[in-house]
């Protein structure tokens, strides 16, 4: 059998340096666990329109429709800012979510006890949460039709839409119910069903998939504005949440701000299975290119190396690597190794990118 494919596009900025840490682990991998990836690398977003005069070539989209998942560092910068919009690094990143048709945005909210300070909420709210949102990502209101400003009578309306077709909202309850079997075989559907047609059909179509295909996983609805409050209120009642594009949008950043700093926070986007019963991947920080600490050694590579650890939970069902790779990286901020968007106002000092790349290399060397 073929080792699995891997496309790694480190992008801008921090991109290359955070990805350096994630080409240790996949090294380490390989040495230590005899777990071998077919990796090739690639340019994307302001690097790839210096050599090419476009954010994503051709030849790596094609490439990127091939391998088993891609991981992306980040993409954009000033240098860039006031090149056109067709060629904006951000739109190599468009592309490679439109083109591989990646529906179901997952953002984990996961809180490190040796963080749990960082948070704005209670220490015992958020203590070992660990939740993932699902979010639709191609549908919905941002691209229903009618949309636009038009003029009635004497004065502009702003219209937007919410569309959801039965086939789009299968397809992402599907990615919720799968994901949930990896978990705690728990899923928390979000909508209005109360007040929009659309949340009434989301309703029933993600309750028909759950008794047709998923029995085995335990499904409860909840109107989205309760879902915020609850969010806040007890995160850990949660496992997997579901839910649109505008909710999701809304939902997952405010849970992921129950986690504290932006450069812990992985995400993936999935698409259809492939023909080997995977989905199609994308996985990435939720972070920039932090042009304001680029090139110094200062950046989080955590959450670059955690957008690892779900591909090799979801696209390589290595769960135990993944957890290996997961409890690594809750070991050393256990043991108080921080960088330096980490350190809190006492301050303190803080490791390199390399430094926790090392720090997390020693602590997946001790769990052998
Ligand atoms: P940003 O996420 O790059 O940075 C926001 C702040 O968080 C900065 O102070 C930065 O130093 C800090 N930060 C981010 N990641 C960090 C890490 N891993 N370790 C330590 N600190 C970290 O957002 P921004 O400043 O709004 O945008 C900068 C550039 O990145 C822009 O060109 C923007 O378009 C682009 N961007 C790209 C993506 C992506 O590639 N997915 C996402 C957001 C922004």
Redesign the pocket.
């Known amino acids: 059998m073929s080792n699995p494919s891997l496309l790694i596009l480190p992008?801008d900025?921090?991109g290359p340096e955070?990805m350096a840490e994630v080409r240790r682990i996949i090294d380490w991998m390989a040495a230590r666990r005899g777990i071998v990836f077919d990796v090739s690398e690639d340019l994307v977003g302001g690097c790839a329109y210096d050599k090419y005069g476009t954010p994503l070539h051709d030849k790596t989209m094609a490439k990127a429709q091939e391998v088993d998942a891609v991981l992306l560092g980040?993409?954009?910068?000033p240098k860039y800012d006031s090149l056109p919009f067709a060629v904006k690094p951000?739109r190599g990143?468009l592309r490679l979510r439109k083109e591989m048709d990646l529906y179901a945005n997952l953002r984990p909210a996961q809180c490190f006890d040796a963080l749990a300070d960082f948070s704005s909420l209670k220490k015992d709210v958020v203590a070992g949460l660990d939740i993932m949102i699902v979010r639709e990502l191609t549908g919905g209101v941002y691209f229903g039709e009618p949309r636009g400003i038009f003029t009635e009578g004497n004065e502009r309306v702003g219209i937007n839409t919410q569309r959801y077709s039965e086939s789009e909202i299968a397809r992402v309850s599907r990615s919720a119910f799968e994901m949930a079997r990896k978990r705690r075989n728990k899923v928390c559907s979000m909508e209005k069903a109360n007040v929009m047609e659309s949340g009434v059909l989301w309703r029933e179509v993600v309750q028909k998939i759950r008794d047709e295909e998923y029995p085995d996983v335990e499904l409860s609805h909840m109107y989205a504005d309760n879902g915020a409050m609850q969010l806040v209120r007890w995160p850990k009642q949660f496992d997997v949440i579901v839910t649109d594009n505008l909710f999701g949008d809304i939902l997952s950043d405010c849970a992921a701000m129950l986690t504290g700093s932006?450069?812990m926070l992985p995400s993936a986007s999935l698409g259809a299975p492939m023909k080997n019963g995977r989905p199609k991947a994308l996985y990435?920080?939720v972070?920039?290119?932090?042009?304001?600490?680029a090139g110094q050694g200062?950046?989080?590579p955590i959450?670059c190396i955690l957008s690892f650890a779900m591909a090799l939970r979801y696209s390589f069902d290595m769960g135990a690597e993944a957890d290996r790779v997961e409890k690594a990286v809750e070991k050393v901020l256990a043991d108080g190794v921080r960088?330096a968007?980490l350190m809190g106002p006492e301050g303190g000092s803080p490791v390199s990118t390399t430094g926790m790349g090392d720090a997390i290399l020693a602590a997946l060397d001790a769990s052998l």
């Open positions: 992008g900025g921090i955070v980040a993409v954009g910068g951000e990143l932006l450069g990435e920080p972070h920039g290119s932090a042009p304001d600490i200062k950046a989080n959450a960088t968007d």
